[in-house]
């Protein structure tokens, strides 16, 4: 089993309609969680980073973390054709090891 | 403007050539990375520095070699390379690793070194 699984997609919406994005996990030392969105032909870049449960909220962006089910979204509100990237969720154990685990990464396409 | 930057952006060699992959970064963190990226696959992982020491190789084959000079810069020297290397090789770096002191701070990444081998 992966220590994270998320839907590859593609994931395509109209624009202004509300997306959700989500990943779960297998371990329940994960306690801290990341967004990054990556358009094509570029890295990686750090959208939203969160600690333990609930919700953090950023202009059109909203991580919730829902530790006693394992399972961590990105909401994105009134989606804009900008918005079309692939998104990829990551985790952190604390105190642990080398490395970030990552999603395999969700295909979004924000049709104008 | 990441703070991270790879160079080059793209490059095209043959089997038998060697070329180096450069990372820089300047938000003053102790711990780099690299991964592969491939096409429909998670992010895999290559090498872990932590204040210029390896602490990771995760039986990356040997035509891979890293070399970290300071924590500033990380390089990724290629040789003999296979057509299955082809991908988008990122770097990364964090204030320190997740086991370590602020290790769990995010992850910056460059925009990668697209690689095609011929």
């Known amino acids: 089993q992966k220590e994270v699984e998320q839907d590859p997609g593609p994931l395509s919406v109209p624009e202004g309609a509300i997306v959700s994005l989500n990943c779960t996990y297998s371990?329940?030392?994960?306690?801290?969680f990341m967004w990054y969105r990556q358009y094509s032909r570029k890295g990686p870049e750090l959208l939203m980073y969160?600690?333990?449960?609930g919700n953090k909220e950023d202009g059109r962006f909203t991580a919730q973390v829902d530790k006693s089910s394992k399972y961590i979204s990105l909401f994105i509100r009134d989606s804009q054709p900008s918005d079309s990237a692939t998104y990829l969720c990551?985790?952190?154990?604390?105190?642990?090891?080398?490395?970030?685990?990552f999603g395999t990464g969700t295909s979004l396409t924000v049709i104008p | 403007e990441t703070g991270v930057t790879q160079t080059p952006r793209h490059l095209v060699m043959g089997m038998t050539n060697k070329k180096s992959l450069k990372c820089e970064q300047h938000?003053?963190?102790?711990?780099m990375y690299w991964y592969k990226q491939s096409a429909k696959k998670p992010l895999e992982l290559m090498f872990v520095?932590?204040?210029?020491?390896?602490?990771e190789n995760n039986s990356v084959p040997s035509r891979f070699s890293p070399e970290c000079p300071n924590s500033s810069h990380l390089f990724l020297h290629l040789h003999t390379l296979q057509p299955e290397d082809s991908a988008l090789y990122l770097c990364?770096?964090?204030?320190?690793?997740?086991?370590?002191?602020?290790?769990?701070?995010?992850?910056?990444f460059g925009d990668g070194t697209r690689l095609s081998i011929l």
């Open positions: 371990n329940s030392a994960f306690q801290y």
């Open positions: 990551a985790m952190i154990i604390p105190n642990t090891g080398n490395q970030f685990y």
């Open positions: 520095y932590s204040l210029e020491e390896r602490v």
């Open positions: 938000l003053g963190h102790n711990a």
């Open positions: 990364a770096s964090s204030q320190d690793l997740p086991g370590r002191g602020w290790g769990n701070q995010p992850q910056h």
């Open positions: 969160t600690y333990s449960s």
